[in-house]
């Protein structure tokens, strides 16, 4: 099994609730692992990747329903005429692009 991060060593250990059962050394660890990633600063950096993740995660759902929004009209001509064997796939795109990217959008510029 490959080791996620590299400078960690994780201990494995029999840990129970309900009796107790190496609890504390479990919280230690723990918390020595937290207090060690946090001072080298891979927390932080790690946390910052999960935040533009979750920018780019929001722009690519955003960008795809406007795109699904903008060419479902076609996209049910251009759908249709892929499954009789009209067009190609790479044309099909072609078509639902070349709609796209025809239809006028708000002046970026103004805002």
């Known amino acids: 099994m490959t080791k996620r991060r590299g400078h960690w060593n ?4 029999c840990v129970s609730a309900q009796t107790g059962l190496n609890i504390e050394e479990y919280l230690e660890e723990l918390l020595q692992f937290h207090d060690t ?3 080298s600063g891979r ?4 946390r910052n990747q ?10 690519k759902e955003n ?12 996209c049910a001509d ?13 044309r ?3 078509i639902v692009l070349e709609d796209y990217f025809s239809v006028p959008t708000e002046n970026l510029d103004a805002r």
């Open 10 to 13: 994780p201990v494995v250990k």
């Open 37 to 39: 990633e946090l001072r």
């Open 43 to 46: 927390l932080l950096e790690r």
């Open 50 to 59: 999960q935040k533009l993740n979750a920018l780019h995660q929001i722009l």
């Open 63 to 74: 960008v795809l329903q406007n795109f699904r929004n903008s060419t479902k009209n076609v």
């Open 78 to 90: 251009v759908e249709k005429a892929l499954l009789h064997g009209e067009i190609s796939v790479s």
């Open 92 to 94: 099909a795109a072609e």
